[in-house]
C-alpha cells in the first residue's frame, strides 16, 4: 500500500513522542471542537512529550484544513495530511497516518473521529496513557444504548471475540490508541485491501493488533460516543460490506490462528476515575423498516442463500421467515452458524463475494429486529448481559466453523 | 494439577469450595482477605483465582484491576451472592462470574473453560 500524499507542517515538527490524529472527510463544521478539546488533553495530562496533532483528510473541500489550523491548540503544533485529490477513505488517510508516524518516531498515537460532539480532555490521557505501560493497543469502552451499535452488537464484537479470543467490546469504535512500533507492521501488513482503505480500517487493526499477541486494553471513556448523526435513511451497505467483508478477508489469512483459539479471554480495564457515569442518548431503531428489509431480503437472496447455506440452515430461515411479526425471532444460535456459513461461502468465493456479503445484510435486519424485540423491555445493564451471552454462543457454536471451513 | 486461589472472607465458602474443588482433583489455596493478595499470587502462582466480590474489608472490582494490571492473563471467576456487580463496568476485566451457591456445578464448568481457554503464541 503505497500513496502519495500532500502536507502541511508549519511549525516544522520533525519528532513527537505522542501523536493525536484525527481522519477527516468535509468535517469544517465539526473538527475544531474535538482538536480543541485534544489539545487541553495533551497539555494538561502530557506537558513533558513532544507531542503533535495530525488531521489526516481526504482533501476535503469545504474548508476542513482551514478550520484545523483555525482551532485553538493552546500551542499544540498541527500537521496536515492529505490523499490525493478524489483518493477517498478513512482507511487510506490512516496509511498517511502510519508513514508520518514512522517519520516522526512516535512512540504512542491516539486516534479520535474529527465529528466528535462529546470528546474531552480525558480521552486523550485515557486513550494514550496505557501506551506509556505496556499496552500496544487501546480499544475504546463507551456506555452506548442498546440499539446503538448494531452491526457491533450482531457481527463484529461476537465475531471477533470468538475467532481470536479477546474480548473487545468496540472492536469498530472508531477512537483508540497504539504504540508507534504497530505503525510499521499495519504498513507491512499484506492483508491490506480496497476496503481496509475505507471503513474496514477499525476492525482491521484491532484485529492485526490480536493475532499478533498485542497487549490490549479497553479504555473506559466515561461519557457516550455522540458524534454527527449519519440520518435516518443512510444506505448502511458500504459500511456493512467493508467491516464485514474485512473481517471475513482476515479470516482466511488468519486461519491458522483463529483455528488454535479455545473460548476467549477479557483485557485489562483502563480509567474508572471519571466520575458517574452519563445514560447515553436513546436510540429508536424502525423496527417495521428492519422486518421489511429482511422479508424482501428473501425474495431478492434466496437463491444465493440457497447456495451458502446448508439444508438443514436455510430450513430453519425458512422457518424463522414463516414467523409472524409478535412471534419473530432469530436465535442467536441460527445466526452464529450462520455467519460461519457466509465465512466459509466467501473463503470458497462460492458466490461473487459483493453479492454474498450484499445478500447477508437482510438477514442481519432480520437479527436486529429480533433483538430488539427481545431486549425491549431491558436496561442498557441487561441487554450487555443479552450480548454476552449471544458471544459465548457464538464461542460455543465455533467446531462447526473449524469443521467447515475449508483445507 | 491445576492450582485454584479461593479468596472469601466467610469461612464456610472457603470450606466449601476448598473441599469440592479437591475432590475434582484441584490444589486448592484460601486467603481470607484482600491483604497481600497480590504477593501471594506472585509466590504461590495459581492457575484460576476465585474471588468474592463483597469482602468486609476489601472490594473484589478493584482487587480485580489490581490483579488484571500485573497479571494479564491470569484467570479470575468472580463469585457473589448478588448479581448488581454487573453495573459496574469493571466486572467485565474477569474471565467468568458465578452467583454464590451450594450447588457448584456453574462454578465447576466455568474453573473447567478457564483453564481450557488458549490463545496461540501465549
Given at each position: ?153 450482531a457481527?463484529?464484537?461476537p465475531?471477533?471475540?470468538a ?146 447455506l446448508p439444508?438443514d440452515q436455510?430450513n430453519k430461515l425458512?422457518e424463522i ?8 425471532d432469530f436465535p442467536t444460535q441460527v445466526w452464529a452458524k450462520l455467519l460461519y456459513d ?21 438477514l442481519?435486519?432480520?437479527k436486529?429486529?429480533s433483538f430488539?424485540?427481545k ?11 443479552f450480548?454476552?451471552n449471544e458471544c459465548m454462543v457464538f464461542e460455543e457454536t465455533k467446531p462447526y466453523l ?6 | ?122
Amino acid at each position: 500500500m503505497t500513496q502519495d500524499w500532500y502536507e502541511e507542517n508549519p511549525q516544522r515538527v520533525t519528532e513527537a513522542d505522542l501523536v493525536v490524529a484525527l481522519p477527516s472527510f468535509r468535517e469544517a463544521k465539526l473538527i475544531g471542537y474535538p482538536v480543541t478539546q485534544a489539545a487541553r488533553g495533551l497539555r494538561r495530562y502530557f506537558p513533558e512529550q513532544r507531542t503533535v496533532i495530525i488531521d489526516c483528510d481526504n482533501a476535503s473541500d469545504d474548508g476542513t484544513k482551514e478550520a484545523f489550523f483555525g482551532a485553538d491548540t493552546e500551542g499544540v503544533p498541527r500537521i496536515y495530511l492529505a490523499t490525493p485529490p478524489g483518493v477517498r477513505g478513512k482507511g487510506n488517510n490512516f496509511q498517511n497516518l502510519f508513514r508520518k508516524v514512522l517519520e516522526l518516531k512516535a512512540k504512542a498515537v491516539v486516534v479520535v473521529d474529527a465529528d466528535l460532539k462529546s470528546i474531552t480532555p480525558q480521552w486523550i490521557k485515557h486513550l494514550a496513557e496505557p501506551l506509556f505501560s505496556d499496552f500496544g493497543y487501546v480499544a475504546p469502552l463507551y456506555v452506548r444504548h442498546k440499539h446503538d451499535g448494531t452491526i457491533t452488537n450482531a457481527v463484529a464484537y461476537p465475531l471477533t471475540r470468538a475467532l481470536y479470543g479477546r474480548r473487545v467490546r468496540q472492536p469498530i469504535g472508531g477512537d483508540f490508541g497504539f504504540a508507534g512500533s504497530l505503525a510499521q507492521a499495519f504498513l507491512a501488513s499484506p492483508t491490506w485491501t480496497r476496503a481496509v482503505g475505507e471503513f474496514g480500517i477499525d476492525v482491521w487493526m484491532t484485529t492485526l493488533a490480536m493475532v499478533s499477541n498485542q497487549p490490549i486494553c479497553q479504555a473506559y471513556m466515561g461519557r457516550p460516543k455522540i458524534h454527527k448523526a449519519k440520518g435516518a435513511g443512510a444506505d448502511i451497505t458500504p459500511l456493512f460490506s467493508q467491516v464485514v467483508g474485512t473481517i471475513f478477508d482476515l479470516m482466511r489469512q488468519s486461519a491458522d490462528y483463529w483455528r488454535r483459539v479455545k473460548w476467549s479471554k477479557p483485557t485489562s480495564i483502563y480509567g474508572f476515575s471519571l466520575g458517574e457515569t452519563e445514560l447515553p442518548p436513546p436510540v429508536k431503531l424502525n423496527e417495521d423498516q428492519l422486518l421489511a428489509g429482511f422479508r424482501l431480503g428473501g425474495e431478492v437472496h434466496s437463491a444465493t442463500w440457497r447456495r451458502v447455506l446448508p439444508p438443514d440452515q436455510m430450513n430453519k430461515l425458512l422457518e424463522i421467515a414463516a414467523l409472524p411479526s409478535e412471534e419473530f425471532d432469530f436465535p442467536t444460535q441460527v445466526w452464529a452458524k450462520l455467519l460461519y456459513d457466509f465465512a466459509v461461502a466467501y473463503a470458497r468465493e462460492e458466490v461473487p463475494r459483493p453479492d454474498l456479503l450484499n445478500s447477508l445484510i437482510p438477514l442481519y435486519y432480520g437479527k436486529t429486529f429480533s433483538f430488539v424485540r427481545k431486549t425491549a423491555k431491558m436496561s442498557v445493564q441487561q441487554a450487555e448481559e443479552f450480548i454476552e451471552n449471544e458471544c459465548m454462543v457464538f464461542e460455543e457454536t465455533k467446531p462447526y466453523l473449524i469443521e467447515r471451513w475449508p483445507a | 494439577m491445576p492450582k485454584i486461589l479461593i479468596v472469601d472472607d466467610e469461612e464456610h465458602i472457603r470450606f466449601l469450595y476448598s473441599e469440592e474443588l479437591t475432590d475434582e482433583g484441584y490444589e486448592v489455596i484460601t486467603a481470607d482477605s484482600g491483604l497481600g493478595l497480590l504477593e501471594r499470587i506472585a509466590a504461590e502462582k495459581p492457575d484460576v483465582v476465585i474471588l468474592d466480590i463483597k469482602m468486609v474489608d476489601y472490594n473484589g472490582l478493584d482487587l480485580l484491576q489490581d490483579i488484571r494490571n500485573k497479571y494479564y492473563d491470569l484467570p479470575v471467576i468472580l463469585c457473589t451472592a448478588y448479581d448488581t456487580f454487573k453495573e459496574d463496568m469493571k466486572s467485565i476485566a474477569a474471565n467468568f462470574y458465578v452467583i454464590k451457591s451450594f450447588d457448584l456445578t456453574e462454578l465447576k464448568g466455568k474453573i473447567k473453560m478457564a483453564l481450557e481457554t488458549r490463545l496461540p503464541g501465549q
